[in-house]
């Protein structure tokens, strides 16, 4: 036959994946879908599961959209690699790489303006249209000069086989926002990964003693973190207890007030007494109207989307995790050895689970609740999704209303703020605090003990051969062998 009959042929014939093997029986949808067994449901009623099967995906579905993340870079970051990249392959970046991140200051200092004025002009800049994600500038950054001071300590310029990095990108935009905190008053900490190791306590007689030197200048710390144990303090004070020791040691009374814990990303705020002690702040006093206005039929039903997309996740992904309900929260936490017993398969018998599959179930539960808004089914309510680094957490609100909260509370303007913290990733928690307050991004305890040593000499005046007058400081310690100085 001819070239044009076979290809006529073949035209007509039924696609492969159309055809069915013999003996086969063809797959619906419906019956493609995991189910999940009734029994791992069980803080969900019977008909929230009826109401639930709404969230998935919808019969005809089809194009499945691409949710993955990039774990090495935002928006911001990635842009700048792409405008320091030229200055390395041309092996040129001695004289050209300051330039370069003149250029970037130059782009952020005119969205800046855009931003003051406030007539929707900052929806058109030239930084806007590079970086559509990027997020609000409380104050212009001077990166170049901020380049040239990292580069005189680290020598990036004189680097022949390894580019400027996302590390080093992130720590000169710490640098040059640290520079423009001029009237600093209150600086609020992420805690894992911020201020102590992971899962652990605070444990760090330097890191107390420079947080006690910034509240000795009037500086307000606290710590908002996604932990919630209600208003049990003893179980902060416990993961608190050297910070809190220090305190005693080195802080008057009327100092020690100027330490807070707000717990939950939101809800329960405690302040440090004169006893070192954590003391409950009552809610009608300090809490914004609409974190605890939501009505409570929406509270329960983003818990149980939550719970519902977790659960799901758990029987496909075959993961030795468990669910833990809490009053505004809901988490996936692994399950360790003993759950290897009851599920044989893939997954972790550590108390640990792969970051990919961390940010997965996030991607998962942003999803299904997104849908469910959409649909009708649930209120405009502010939630967060994060990964933990060990486990998946849900909580009602997010780390900006609870900021949002405290600068209110204390009367502090958002651009006399910083937070501190880890997690500014699409699968973070404290990326939502960008939207109220300056931020500074730390990828561990040794890097919050840097940032702070240059707090306390770019925005509070201490040098380190200068003699602070207030009590508890003398100069701004360097290293562990420099803590006797500290006490008076």
């Given at each position: 036959?001819?070239?044009?009959?076979r290809?006529e042929?073949?035209?007509?014939?039924?696609?492969?994946?159309?055809?069915?093997?013999?003996g086969?029986?063809?797959?619906?949808?419906?019956?493609?879908?995991?189910?999940?067994?009734?029994?791992?449901?069980?803080?969900?009623?019977a008909?929230?599961?009826?109401?639930?099967?709404?969230?998935e995906?919808?019969?005809?579905?089809?194009?499945?959209?691409?949710?993955?993340?990039?774990?090495?870079?935002?928006e911001?970051?990635?842009?700048?690699?792409?405008?320091?990249?030229?200055s390395?392959?041309?092996?040129n970046m001695?004289t050209?790489?300051?330039?370069s991140?003149?250029?970037?200051e130059?782009?952020?200092?005119?969205?800046?303006?855009?931003?003051?004025?406030n007539?929707?002009?900052?929806?058109?800049?030239?930084?806007k249209?590079?970086?559509?994600?990027?997020?609000k500038?409380y104050t212009?950054?001077?990166?170049?000069?901020?380049f040239?001071?990292?580069?005189?300590?680290?020598?990036?310029?004189?680097?022949?086989?390894?580019?400027p990095?996302p590390?080093?990108?992130?720590?000169?935009?710490?640098?040059?926002?640290?520079?423009?905190?001029?009237?600093?008053r209150m600086?609020?900490?992420?805690?894992?990964?911020?201020?102590?190791p992971?899962?652990?306590?605070?444990?760090?007689p330097?890191?107390?003693?420079l947080?006690c030197?910034?509240?000795a200048k009037?500086?307000?710390?606290?710590?908002v973190?996604?932990a919630?144990?209600?208003y049990?303090?003893?179980?902060?004070?416990a993961r608190?207890?050297?910070l809190?020791?220090?305190f005693?040691?080195?802080?008057?009374n009327?100092?020690?007030?100027?330490?807070?814990?707000?717990?939950g990303?939101?809800?329960?705020?405690?302040?440090?007494?004169?006893q070192?002690?954590?003391?409950?702040?009552?809610?009608?006093?300090?809490t914004?109207?609409?974190?605890?206005?939501y009505p409570?039929?929406?509270?329960?039903?983003l818990?149980?989307?939550?719970?519902?997309t977790?659960?799901k996740a758990?029987?496909?992904?075959?993961?030795?995790?468990?669910?833990?309900?809490?009053?505004?929260?809901?988490g996936?936490?692994?399950?360790g050895?003993?759950?290897?017993?009851?599920?044989?398969?893939?997954?972790?018998?550590r108390l640990?689970?792969?970051e990919?599959t961390?940010?997965?179930?996030?991607?998962?539960?942003?999803?299904?609740?997104d849908?469910?808004?959409?649909?009708?089914r649930?209120?405009?309510?502010?939630?967060c999704?994060?990964?933990?680094?060990?486990?998946?957490?849900?909580?009602?609100?997010?780390?900006s209303?609870g900021?949002?909260a405290l600068?209110?509370?204390?009367?502090?303007?958002?651009?006399?703020?910083l937070?501190?913290?880890?997690?500014f990733?699409?699968a973070g928690?404290?990326?939502?605090?960008?939207?109220?307050?300056?931020?500074?991004?730390?990828?561990?305890?040794e890097e919050t003990?840097?940032?702070?040593?240059?707090?306390?000499?770019k925005?509070?005046?201490?040098?380190?051969?200068?003699?602070?007058?207030?009590?508890?400081?003398?100069?701004?310690p360097?290293?562990?062998d420099?803590?006797h100085h500290f006490?008076?």
């Amino acid at each position: 036959r001819s070239k044009m009959e076979r290809r006529e042929t073949r035209s007509t014939r039924t696609p492969k994946s159309s055809r069915k093997r013999k003996g086969s029986t063809e797959l619906t949808v419906s019956k493609r879908r995991a189910s999940v067994p009734t029994e791992l449901l069980s803080p969900i009623s019977a008909t929230s599961l009826e109401v639930l099967e709404g969230c998935e995906d919808d019969e005809d579905g089809g194009l499945r959209r691409n949710l993955s993340i990039n774990q090495e870079h935002d928006e911001l970051v990635k842009f700048t690699m792409r405008i320091l990249t030229p200055s390395f392959v041309l092996n040129n970046m001695e004289t050209t790489l300051s330039d370069s991140w003149e250029f970037i200051e130059k782009l952020i200092e005119e969205h800046y303006n855009a931003l003051q004025s406030n007539d929707g002009s900052a929806e058109y800049t030239r930084l806007k249209t590079y970086v559509p994600g990027v997020g609000k500038f409380y104050t212009p950054l001077r990166l170049k000069a901020a380049f040239l001071e990292y580069d005189m300590k680290y020598k990036i310029s004189k680097r022949r086989h390894i580019p400027p990095s996302p590390n080093d990108c992130r720590h000169i935009f710490n640098l040059a926002q640290i520079s423009e905190l001029t009237g600093l008053r209150m600086v609020t900490f992420d805690g894992d990964c911020t201020l102590y190791p992971d899962g652990q306590n605070f444990d760090s007689p330097l890191l107390a003693n420079l947080i006690c030197s910034m509240m000795a200048k009037g500086v307000v710390c606290a710590l908002v973190t996604a932990a919630g144990y209600g208003y049990k303090t003893e179980k902060y004070e416990a993961r608190l207890k050297m910070l809190l020791t220090s305190f005693e040691k080195h802080l008057t009374n009327e100092q020690k007030q100027n330490f807070y814990v707000l717990g939950g990303e939101c809800h329960y705020l405690m302040r440090c007494n004169k006893q070192s002690r954590l003391e409950k702040i009552s809610e009608e006093v300090w809490t914004k109207k609409r974190l605890h206005g939501y009505p409570e039929k929406d509270v329960t039903r983003l818990l149980d989307v939550s719970e519902y997309t977790l659960q799901k996740a758990i029987k496909e992904l075959s993961l030795r995790a468990v669910i833990l309900r809490k009053e505004r929260a809901v988490g996936m936490i692994p399950g360790g050895p003993t759950k290897k017993k009851k599920k044989p398969g893939s997954g972790s018998t550590r108390l640990s689970m792969r970051e990919e599959t961390l940010d997965e179930c996030v991607l998962r539960v942003r999803e299904a609740v997104d849908k469910d808004k959409k649909a009708g089914r649930l209120g405009p309510i502010d939630y967060c999704a994060f990964n933990g680094g060990h486990d998946v957490w849900v909580d009602v609100g997010n780390k900006s209303i609870g900021v949002a909260a405290l600068q209110k509370y204390l009367k502090i303007p958002q651009d006399r703020c910083l937070h501190i913290g880890d997690q500014f990733l699409k699968a973070g928690n404290d990326a939502a605090a960008r939207s109220v307050t300056p931020t500074a991004w730390v990828a561990n305890p040794e890097e919050t003990r840097y940032l702070l040593k240059q707090i306390l000499v770019k925005c509070l005046g201490l040098t380190t051969d200068e003699t602070s007058k207030n009590k508890g400081i003398s100069t701004v310690p360097q290293d562990e062998d420099d803590l006797h100085h500290f006490v008076t």
